[in-house]
């Protein structure tokens, strides 16, 4: 089984012409799971990750670089190669991927992850990787679009009960 | 032939082969000797898969018919891999035949197969010792194999590929540049997120000195930047 996939790139502007926005598909497809984003600098090999990222591979978050290490120990030992060896090539080929592996602590039950990544240029340096994360099987989770006392807490197996 | 002395010559052919070429070369006399034009070693699709080309280990089909199957996405409306995914055993079926396990193809497909005559095919599950999953097809035009025939040549599938799967394992593996104390200690500090000048501070050194050990150890891991350098520090477990 390939682990990622290189692909053409494609530009999937089908929401608009039903009078969808960018911003209403984001919010719907980040509405019930949690949902992280990052950016990978070529030149300083540094990685950014959104609040979500951090969450879902149970980090402590930073605005500024995150520490890769901590990130990769999160990932089943099983699988490290690949997804380090999808960066590489990520950060060489300058082209689109996916991957599908397992994340979990030691002693936890291991969750699938599903990370979609591309290059982008940018000016003046080498470019960026830039790319998202999710659950690929999101545990039950909470109503997004009800008040913040009403939800469930992401991951969670009911209702917020503790008021 | 009798089928047995057929599949103990094939078998001591493919038993004898000393390298991934010699397998291939066994299994093309294999697929002549079965009627069969081709014989390919793939990968076994994944549902997320959306191209051919890159799950083909080894192939006879020509690289047209492989990049037209990929430029018209006819992966996603291929009816196979649902079928060899649920299945362990060899199968066989042609696509002007009515006994084909149920399986449908769309015009668009079926054109295509015709045109490159890969009409008639059998195909056999694989599990490599390492858990991964591979299928081995021969195609051609003949018409399709009787259940003896399917036996037959899938073991002598099973042969080739446990020799196919030996081989791989025993490849020798490329030695790993050896880094020095300095450079993956600046390596392990780049892939915690510090930055050149912060790693200068902590090791008291210029963040000149810095780029200077990052840059050497890029040249001696054959990368191209740091991200490379740092994502192939970590698969190779120079660094935790």
Redesign the interface.
Known sequence: MPFWVEQEHRDNNQHRAIGISDAEVIGMVTAFRLFGSWRLDLDSGHIFGSADFSDLFGIEHSEGPLDLAAVSAQIHPDDLGFIMSTFERASVDKRAYHSIYRVGAEGETYRFMRSVGMFRDKPGTSGEVIGITYEFFPRRSGTAFVAADEQWPLGSPGPNTEK | MITLERQAALNKEISSSESHTDVIAALKKVAVEFGFRHVTLL????P????LA??IVESTWSRDYIREFDRKRLMRRCPLAPLLLGSALPVSWSIDHDDNYNLEFDDQTAELLRRYEIVSSAAMPLHSVDG??FIMRFDGIRQPLAQAELNELGMIALHAFDVFDRLRRHEPRPTTPSLTARELEVV?W??????SNEIGNILSLSDHTINAYLTNAIRKLD??????????A??LKL??
């Open positions: 990968a076994s699709p994944d997320d898969d959306i191209l890159p799950l991964n999953r392990r780049t892939s915690q997120g510090k930055t990368c191209v930047n740091r991200t490379q350098l740092v994502a192939k970590i698969r660094i935790a």
